[in-house]
């Protein structure tokens, strides 16, 4: 499955708007009911208005009613490096890890840092967030 998931982010990536970083991430989400979601980033003239592309994917999932993100793949390409636009394994940002931690368990959480569909980084969202603060902290 990781590598359908990593296939279908890197086909989003073609969309991610980026023009003022130059670094395009794209991330593929996989729910409990067995979908897909994608989501890229999307850059704004007023910068801090843009969104990364964890939290778009887990924003369109939630959006369809899921509840429940089992895996996530994350790719991207940096079109300002010197060689060949790799963007290397990228890892959620602090904002994404909480945004993901609010659906999902973080013991099982699979978060994939792909270069491609055979190179890539596997963790959990809990070894990336550890002692998080969710949802059952406020029951
Ligand atoms: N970015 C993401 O989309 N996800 C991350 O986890 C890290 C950063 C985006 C935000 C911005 O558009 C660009 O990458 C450079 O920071």
Do not use: H, W
Not at 80 to 97: F, N, V
């Amino acid at each position: 499955m990781s590598g359908k998931l990593i296939e279908n982010a890197i086909e989003a990536l073609e969309n991610s708007y980026a023009p003022y970083s130059g670094f395009n991430v794209a991330a593929a989400v996989l729910t409990d009911s067995g979908k897909i979601y994608t989501g890229v980033n999307v850059e704004n003239s007023s910068y801090p208005a843009g969104i990364c592309a964890e939290c778009n994917a887990v924003a369109k999932a939630v959006s369809c009613g899921e509840r429940k993100i089992i895996s996530i793949a994350i790719v991207s390409r940096n079109t300002r490096a010197p060689k060949g636009g790799d963007g290397g394994y990228t890892s959620p940002c602090g904002i994404c890890r909480q945004f993901l931690r609010e659906f999902s368990d973080p013991k099982e959480l699979k978060v994939i840092m792909a270069k491609s569909v055979d190179d890539y980084k596997e963790m959990t969202l809990e070894e990336l967030l550890p002692l998080s603060f969710g949802p059952e902290s406020l029951a």
